[in-house]
């Protein structure tokens, strides 16, 4: 792989925690010691992770919970800074993490599109071209409350504006972390054959999920973490197999 083909870079990446192991303390312990003296250790949440991304790569990742895969893909998303090593992208990111992280609550549904949006490079009159797109994918509901205030959205309506404001950006990486399993049947087949479309269009996408159908869907290669470490890299059929036989009860 020539090195301007590559669209994520990681190498010797390390990510460390802090486990507190506080226990009650008594009121003398607190005057003479006090509240924060109780001893922590820390450990390591993601280890000597290395490996690279290519243009237009599909890739998943696998591993149980608490193996680090949410830190890596935020530590790639630049949300988490590293205790070692680097995390690279190069070309912009959209970001399906926390997909209405970004949102304000008391902006109206359509500030916050065009808020969105900007913060990712669109200009207003980009943002104009697609605003009936983004509604339209999000659903009636959206459009009839175009003006409320978002935190007045539910959960469900939340999550279709954001997935629909993000999928409509020009970011050449995707990043996605189990946002697919949301919604009702109808509103995921939606967002699967967006997510077609995006990979159509020679997008790199590092997907996190714990569904074996959407890795065999959307992904041909695969990378396991395992207690914070890459174990394997490689074809997804390969690594789903990799991952059932080490968790076979």
Known sequence: ??????????????????RSR??????????????????????????????????????GLVG??????????????????PDEGHARIHG??????????GFLGELSARENIYLTAG??????????????????????QVREGLEMPFRHFSSGMQVRLGFAVITTLDEPIILVDEVLAVGDANFKEK??????????QDKTLFLV????????????????????ELVDDGPMDTILKSYKADNAS
């Open 209 to 228: 999920s714990h569904s074996e159908p959407d890795l065999r869907r959307f992904c041909t290669r695969g990378i396991y973490l395992r207690s914070g």
């Open 191 to 200: 967002c699967y054959k967006r997510m077609e479309e995006l990979l159509a």
């Open 119 to 140: 913060l990712h490079g669109l200009s207003k009159d980009q943002v104009d071209e697609r605003f009936d797109e983004i509604v339209e994918f999000a659903g009636p």
């Open 92 to 101: 912009g990111v959209a970001p399906l993490i926390e997909l209405t992280g």
């Open 22 to 59: 506080r226990r009650n303390l008594s009121l003398r312990e607190m005057v003479f010691l006090g509240r924060n003296s109780a001893p922590s250790e820390t450990f390591w949440a993601l280890h000597n992770i290395n490996f690279t991304v290519g243009h237009g790569e599909a890739v």
């Open 1 to 18: 792989m020539q090195d301007n083909d590559v669209m994520i870079e990681v190498e010797n990446l390390g990510i460390e925690f802090y």
């Open 64 to 81: 149980s919970n608490g193996t680090g895969k949410s830190t890596l893909l935020k530590t790639i998303a630049g949300v988490l800074i």
